[in-house]
């Protein structure tokens, strides 16, 4: 039996029998429960690893479960999913955790198959098992793929604008599926030469992208994660402006994202490369902001036009009045500092809305939508953006 054991409890067949299916395509071995007086019974036999549990059911509620889980000192991992307001659920997880359950995430649903795969891709302990050697055949085969997770930038009061997007790699594996950068990024990040061949692979795909969406009439901004090797290199930034030229597009649209850990490696080899990449006119960003204990020092010393906020933050927003606080004197500060905000993990319109009164820049989540592919955020932007007009 796979070490990941995920045990779904919800009262909905249908909807238990779907996230089940998407999870043994995941790798967990799946046990799936509609009866909430059996849910004690099947936690012992079973033994999740992962638990999915619903809060509204007949009978036995959701937080009675959570106190029973707490009683059995249950160490699994708890999603709380529900179709109740994100308060409730927000609520539901604190006193999850309260009671020393470790609460590993929640959602509202409905929730789509993208999403759901990456919410328990994350949860999984058996990752599955690659080797650099596959990692650098599927590059060269053509098995990798890059798919759009769509950025919302803020124009007036109820109007958001789909303008942008962040370019996430995906590995379409023959055996294993569709898998995630947690499933490989660490062998290409060992390999100076994997990890050139992978962020030049979605460089430029990402950029043939942004280009054909330019000859629609969609002028996307375009966001990029940057590894840690490539601020070591101060040959990077002609070479990406080069890459930028080839492809016809104004190095403004470009916006690089960097890891705070990776922004402090060598500082001032790092400030070299930053600071020429903004004399040339292309974006950094500084991503997870306020994770760290040196985040503050790193917006004065380090020549950023962007921050991104971790969601974690955005959750806390959702459920505490100290955590909407916290947001938005993060938000008033970057902009005392010229820099734009954008906020990850916005998951419905009342957090929007929040940041709205925040004057928050940019957002990113499931509320705007998920990472897709490109045809798909196509329909997606002139969905949303129809709206917002509207």
Known sequence: MSEDRLLVMDDDPDVAELFGQIAEGLGFSVRVLNDPGKFGTAVREFEPS???LDLQMPGRDGIELLRELAAERSTAKIVIGSGLDNRVIATAAELGAAMG?????SFCKPITPEELKAMLGGLRTSRVVVTAEELRHAIADGRMAVHYLPKATYRSDGRWIIDGAEAL?????PEHGLLYPADFLHLAEESNSLIVELTDFVFRTAMEQTRIWLTKGLHMEMSLNLATHFLADLEFPDRLLALIAE???DPAMITLELKETASVKDADVTLDILTRLRVKNVNVCLDDFGTGASSLTHLYRMPFSEVK???TFTEDMRSRSDGRAFVEGLVYLAHKLKLKVCAEGVEDRSTLKMLEGMRCDKVQGHHVGPAMRARELERTIESWNA????
């Open 309 to 311: 906020l971790d969601n």
């Open 169 to 173: 790699v995906r590995w379409q594996h």
């Open 50 to 52: 992962v638990i999915m």
């Open 101 to 105: 359950l470790v609460i590993a995430g």
């Open 387 to 390: 709206a917002a007009v509207a």
């Open 247 to 249: 492809h016809g597009l």
